[in-house]
């Protein structure tokens, strides 16, 4: 069936209709400059625009950067505080009309990789890490996930939180090399390695299309792939977000 996937992100809202049996893009990207503050007004306006640009009326799954629990947000590292407690779902559904499903933007991300990307079939311990203004990481044990694990936020053994030594936005605002960059993330990733032993580590986000470019400083023992769908499996993996939630609440769908 097609969905409208939504990624909000630190510096796009990137939104696109999903077929939802492939997770191929069936409609053009969009996408929005994340406003500032991104508070659940302005971040609305912005939603509001996607669904009337798409001219969409249905069922829409969001990927957000904090911790969801049942639709509520409770972090807000990357986004205003005013999120916190809010049901993120309901919000949206009242604005947009649309049934909405809300969970964790690297949580979906993985999804969409184990379901139809790089972690597709793949037994044991997956670990995504998106790269982008923070660090999100899913957990996939057997292709089970377990949500929110806000690895981002661990911190290394320089005393520095992962996500405000290694992330994107670093790299960005300290104009650092790839390679420079590169020891640092690998720095994560060891530190991940050490923690959770997975059989395989994908990277998701901006940087997940360079990986060619730091490579050469992963010393981690585990395979590191970049994301199949690259950073458009945030948006695809809300649209199988939203079908699985579908389903579960009984609804017969195509
Ligand atoms: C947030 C996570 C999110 C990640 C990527 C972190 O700052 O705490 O919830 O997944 O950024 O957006």
């Given amino acids: ?18 077929e939802t049996a492939t997770g ?9 400059e994340s406003p500032r503050p991104a508070t659940p007004e ?10 009337e640009q798409h001219c969409w009326s249905g069922p829409i799954g969001i990927g957000f950067p904090a911790a969801i629990q049942h639709g509520v947000a409770r972090t807000a590292a990357n986004i205003d505080a005013a999120f916190i407690g809010l049901s993120v779902a309901d919000y949206f559904a009242r604005q947009t009309g649309c049934p909405v499903y809300v ?9 969409a990789e184990m379901r139809f990307g790089a972690g597709k079939d793949v037994v044991g311990v997956v670990l995504i890490v998106t790269i982008g203004t923070g660090l999100g990481t899913a957990l ?17 053994d320089n005393g520095l939180e992962a996500e ?9 605002a300290q104009q650092l090399k790839w390679k420079e960059w590169g020891d640092r993330f690998n720095r994560y990733l060891v530190t991940m390695e050490k923690l959770f032993w997975p059989d395989l580590i994908v990277l998701g986000g901006g940087a997940s299309k360079k990986l060619h470019k730091f490579a050469s400083r992963i010393t981690v023992q585990a395979p590191v792939v970049p994301a199949h769908f690259l950073n458009q499996a945030g948006m695809i993996g809300a649209a199988l977000f939203a079908e699985d939630k579908l389903r579960a609440a009984g609804q017969n769908l195509p």
């Fill in 103 to 111: 969970a964790n933007d690297a949580d979906l991300a993985g999804l």
């Fill in 140 to 156: 996939f044990g057997d292709g089970r996930l377990l949500s929110n694990t806000e690895l981002g936020h661990i911190v290394l």
């Fill in 164 to 172: 405000h030594y290694a992330s994107e936005a670093v790299r960005d």
């Fill in 42 to 51: 302005s971040v609305g306006i912005v939603i509001q625009s996607l669904v």
């Fill in 24 to 32: 191929e893009l069936v409609s053009e990207r969009l996408r929005i």
């Fill in 1 to 18: 069936m097609k969905i409208l996937g939504i990624d909000i992100g630190g510096t796009g809202i990137k939104g696109a209709v999903i």
